[in-house]
C-alpha cells in the first residue's frame, strides 16, 4: 500500500500537471471503484483543480466550491500519467481523469477491487475520512509520547494504525523499527524514555529520508514504479538477506495477511520472534535464537 513518502511522491508529480488544469471527464472502467452517490461524480467535470492533499494515505482532488474527490489507493491501487485521451488498460484499468495535458489513470493489480473514490461536498464531510491519526513529520516529541503510549499495544500494530499516526503502513514501521533498533513486538506501556526518544528520532529521520528520495524522483518524471519493496530498504521485504547494520539474515513474522520484517541481533536481542504459524506448529521445537536456528538447519 502506498504510505507517506509514496503519497507525498503522487502529490509533487500531481500539482506540477492537474492544478489549474480543467477536468474534461472522468472514464470509469470498474463502477464500483465511485463508492458515493452524492454530489454525483459529474459535479467535478468542467471544473478546474484547485488544489491537491493528502488525508493519511489518502489523495484528494480538490474544486471549486468545496467539491472534493478522494481516492484511497489501498493495497494495489497505482496512479499513471499518460497522453490525452489514453485508453484505460485492460481489466486493471479502473479510472480516468481526462485533462487537455494529459490523461490520470487508475490500475489496481490483482482480482480484488479494493481502491475506492469518493465524491464529498464540503469540509465537515471531507474530514468524515480522516482516521484521526496525528501527523508525524515534524511532531514534538511530547506530543508523540503521548499518542504512543495512549493505549497499549505492541509496536508494530501503534505505529500501523490510522487511528494514531497518518500515513506510516507496513514497510516504513518495519524500516523506523530497524532504525530505532526496537522490537515491532515490544508494548508500548514497557517502554523507557529511551526508547520513546529513540522511535521519535527514526520515525522523523525515516520518513523525512525517504520522502526526500521519493520526492526528488517525482520531480524528475511521474512515478511509476510505486511499490513498498526497495531494494534500498534496510529490512522490510528482505527476508533472508543481510541486515545492512550487522550482516545477519534478516527474519520475518506472518500475522494474518501482515508480514513484519526484522533484524534480531539489532532488534531483538539475537531473540527469535514466535511466528503464529510455525511456532504453534513446531510448539518446543521453536528456535529461540539465530544460533539456535543455524543449528537446527545444519542438523537436517
Given at each position: 500500500m502506498p504510505e507517506l513518502p509514496d503519497v507525498e511522491a503522487y502529490l509533487i508529480a500531481l500539482r506540477e500537471r492537474v492544478i489549474g488544469q480543467t477536468l474534461l471527464g472522468v472514464r470509469l472502467g470498474n463502477p464500483f471503484l465511485l463508492r458515493s452517490v452524492e454530489p454525483k461524480l459529474e459535479a467535478c467535470f468542467g471544473q478546474p483543480v484547485v488544489g491537491l492533499r493528502r488525508i493519511g494515505k489518502r489523495i484528494v482532488f480538490e474544486f471549486p466550491d468545496e467539491l472534493f474527490a478522494v481516492v484511497h489507493l489501498m493495497i494495489a491501487g497505482r496512479f499513471h500519467w499518460r497522453k490525452p485521451g489514453a485508453g484505460l488498460p485492460g481489466k486493471a484499468g479502473l479510472a480516468a481523469w481526462d485533462f487537455t495535458d494529459g490523461?490520470?489513470?487508475?490500475?489496481?493489480?490483482?482480482?480484488?477491487?479494493?481502491?475506492?473514490?469518493?465524491?464529498?461536498?464540503?469540509?465537515?464531510?471531507?474530514?468524515?475520512?480522516?482516521?484521526?491519526?496525528?501527523?508525524?513529520?515534524?511532531?514534538?516529541?511530547?506530543?508523540?509520547?503521548?499518542?504512543?503510549?495512549?493505549?497499549?499495544?505492541?509496536?508494530?500494530?501503534?505505529l500501523v494504525d490510522p487511528r494514531f499516526f497518518s500515513g506510516i503502513g507496513n514497510a516504513y514501521s518495519d524500516e523506523i523499527l530497524h532504525a530505532a533498533q526496537l522490537s515491532p513486538l515490544l508494548w508500548t506501556s514497557r517502554m523507557t524514555p529511551e526508547q520513546v526518544e529513540a522511535l521519535h528520532r527514526a520515525t522523523q529521520e525515516v520518513l523525512t529520508t525517504w520522502c526526500d528520495r521519493l520526492g526528488a524522483e517525482a520531480r524528475e518524471s511521474f512515478p511509476e514504479k510505486v511499490t513498498a519493496f526497495r531494494p534500498d530498504m534496510a529490512v522490510h521485504g528482505r527476508f533472508g538477506q543481510p541486515c545492512p547494520r550487522c550482516g545477519t539474515k534478516v527474519q520475518r513474522i506472518v500475522y494474518a495477511s501482515r508480514e513484519t520484517n526484522y533484524c534480531a541481533p539489532c532488534q531483538t536481542g539475537g531473540k527469535l520472534l514466535a511466528d503464529r504459524a510455525l511456532s504453534t506448529l513446531m510448539k518446543k521445537?521453536?528456535?529461540?535464537?539465530?544460533?539456535?536456528?543455524?543449528?537446527?538447519?545444519q542438523g537436517e
Open positions: 490523461t490520470l489513470t487508475l490500475t489496481e493489480a490483482g482480482s480484488k477491487r479494493r481502491a475506492s473514490l469518493h465524491m464529498v461536498r464540503g469540509e465537515a464531510h471531507l474530514a468524515e475520512h480522516d482516521r484521526g491519526g496525528i501527523e508525524v513529520l515534524g511532531l514534538s516529541l511530547e506530543a508523540f509520547r503521548e499518542v504512543l503510549q495512549r493505549e497499549n499495544h505492541t509496536l508494530k500494530r501503534t521445537d521453536w528456535p529461540k535464537t539465530i544460533d539456535q536456528m543455524e543449528a537446527k538447519r
